[in-house]
């Protein structure tokens, strides 16, 4: 079966520029989560989507970052404006039903770089 | 908030000997804890799950302990070989947020 996909790779933008970045879920998932991960730590939850709803967003900052999840399978996740702080891997992983306990499977993330 | 630390430090060890992996938290007792694998420009893969009601679970040359008392968990490579070189995640539910550690990079010397 084919994994969590996300692209771009790599992004390069200046300081208060937009970026926005794609996340396909294993098909049939219900449950899917974008991360931020900056160098040298561990995955941080920005929000979690089960089906189009979200069922956690508290550690996103609401002021430049939304995501959405329309139709319930692919995702978006935007910054807008971008901060040199914003430079990080981020992930999306999607799991089946999102019940506790259950595995999470991740993309390969993309790469951004805020000069 | 729940915090979580791993070994700061870089662990090498020599191919064949035991690596092990520590993870403390502090405050909230999680149900279950999760450990991942994550090598260079990938996301993590999940290893293995242990449940507050499980002293240890094993896969293959992997172990894994959970001591509540200690607030810790223990993670055990035997066996180690090169190609489990990479940077080890734990990763627990408490209250409504998930949780992941900081990490710990392993490197398996020939």
């Known amino acids: 079966e084919a994994g969590v996909a996300q692209s771009p790779r790599y992004k390069i933008i200046e300081k208060r520029q937009s970026v926005a970045f794609w996340c396909n879920p294993i098909s049939g998932h219900a449950t899917l989560y974008w991360y931020q991960q900056i160098l040298g730590q561990g995955p941080k939850l920005l929000i979690q989507f089960q089906n189009n709803g979200v069922v956690d967003d508290s550690q996103l900052p609401k002021d430049r970052f939304s995501a959405e999840r329309l139709k319930g399978v692919d995702s978006t996740l935007k910054i807008q404006p971008a901060k040199l702080e914003d430079s990080a891997v981020y992930l999306c992983?999607?799991?089946?039903?999102?019940?506790?306990?259950?595995?999470?499977?991740f993309g390969p993330g993309t790469r951004l770089l805020v000069l | 908030s729940q915090k979580i630390e791993q070994n700061s430090e870089a662990l090498n060890i020599q191919e064949g000997k035991t690596a092990t992996l520590t993870c403390n938290y502090t405050?909230?007792?999680?149900?279950?804890l999760q450990w991942y694998r994550q090598d260079p420009g990938r996301g993590p893969v999940f290893l293995l799950l242990?449940?507050?009601?499980?002293k240890e679970k094993r896969k293959e040359r992997l172990k894994v302990t959970f001591d509540t008392t200690l607030k810790q968990s223990l993670f055990h490579i035997t066996a180690s070989q090169p190609a489990d070189s990479a940077t080890y995640l734990c990763a627990q539910f408490t209250g409504n947020q998930f949780y992941f550690g900081t990490g710990t990079s392993l490197t398996v010397i020939p």
């Open positions: 992983a999607s799991s089946p039903t999102g019940s506790r306990g259950e595995t999470q499977y």
């Open positions: 405050n909230y007792s999680p149900a279950y």
């Open positions: 242990i449940r507050e009601n499980e």
